[in-house]
């Protein structure tokens, strides 16, 4: 295994691997590597003839208040679980060499970014496109893979992937689990043994809201109702947002007659805490 820090020596490497034929995929990280990034890479290694896996924390998707410096880093033991799973790159630049210069070129989804996350964090999908389209360009893959724990994400980067023609197919893979269901994300770290007890009410609302829709309730505000107070009957809960959106452009309905995605956004102590599930109304009848 391979680990680039510059982007010079990344294109090289790149460059001997596409005339040797091989199909490349991309799974771009921020580090702090649990079992759902393990997930993405396992498909990359299965599905591609070369991994490569970018090592990344963005400041630019962070907000000026958020958690860039304290975001988890950890390097070494990423690297090592990159190794065990014979991944053949890691890219793993600098703030520098992403960023030399002061950056003036941004691309901006628009109304596909500007609400849920959006707009909790301001300027997030900005820095997210900007990145991974800097990503792209760098390492030129074939098969680029997204968690589906993202949702919102995943949508921005289809559409933009489709928009702007980038050659690369985007690859989605199913958000992994702790037993209690919480959705794994390196942000999970930030919880005490207690909050991490509470948290598993996120994933506890998600299947209650399914159960609903199952169950033929159609009406969204009723189910987000139920939802919030599934989940403010747990102290440490702050409820960023619970929205019930199409799978496209991840706009609330009005009803839910269409498969939706149930997405919602949490603060729990100091960590915010996203998740979502796709619930097909027609296809989930008792
Ligand atoms: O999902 C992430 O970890 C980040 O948003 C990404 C896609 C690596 C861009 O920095």
């Not at 799973?85 to 691309?107: G, H, K, R």
């Not at 690859?171 to 999970?188: F, H, Q, W, Y």
């Not at 009406?219 to 702050?238: F, G, M, S, Y």
């Amino acid at each position: 295994m391979i680990i680039a820090k510059t982007i010079t020596e990344t294109r090289k490497i790149i460059a001997h691997a596409h005339t040797t034929g091989k199909s490349i995929g991309l799974v771009p990280t921020m580090g702090a590597l649990h079992d759902g990034h393990l997930s993405l890479i396992r498909a990359c290694r299965t599905q591609c003839d070369y991994t490569v896996v970018s090592i990344f924390v963005n400041p630019t998707q962070f907000g000026p208040n958020e958690d860039c410096d304290r975001y988890p880093r950890t390097f070494d033991a990423d690297s090592a679980a990159c190794e065990k799973l014979n991944v053949d790159l890691i890219f793993a630049p600098d703030t520098n060499e992403m960023y030399p210069q002061q950056n003036l070129t941004w691309i901006i989804p628009e109304k596909l970014g500007d609400h849920l996350c959006g707009a909790s964090r301001p300027g997030f999908f900005r820095g997210v496109c900007t990145v991974v389209s800097k990503l792209f360009h760098i390492i030129q893959p074939d098969v680029a893979y997204f968690g589906r724990k993202d949702a919102q994400q995943l949508a921005v980067i289809r559409h933009m992937v489709a928009d702007l023609n980038f050659p690369v197919e985007i690859r989605p893979i199913d958000t992994v689990r702790e037993p209690d269901g919480l959705a794994m994300s390196s942000r999970n770290a930030y919880l005490t043994p207690e909050q991490r007890i509470q948290a598993s009410c996120l994933y506890q609302a998600l299947t209650l809201a399914r159960d609903l829709i199952t169950a033929g309730q159609k009406n969204p505000d009723t189910i987000i109702q139920a939802l919030k107070k599934r989940i403010e009957n747990q102290p440490d809960t702050k409820i960023d947002y619970i929205s019930i959106v199409d799978n496209d452009l991840m706009h609330p309905v009005s009803t839910i007659d269409a498969p939706v995605t149930i997405a919602l956004a949490v603060h729990l102590g100091p960590a915010r805490l996203i998740d979502n599930i796709m619930v097909d109304p027609n296809s989930q009848k008792p």
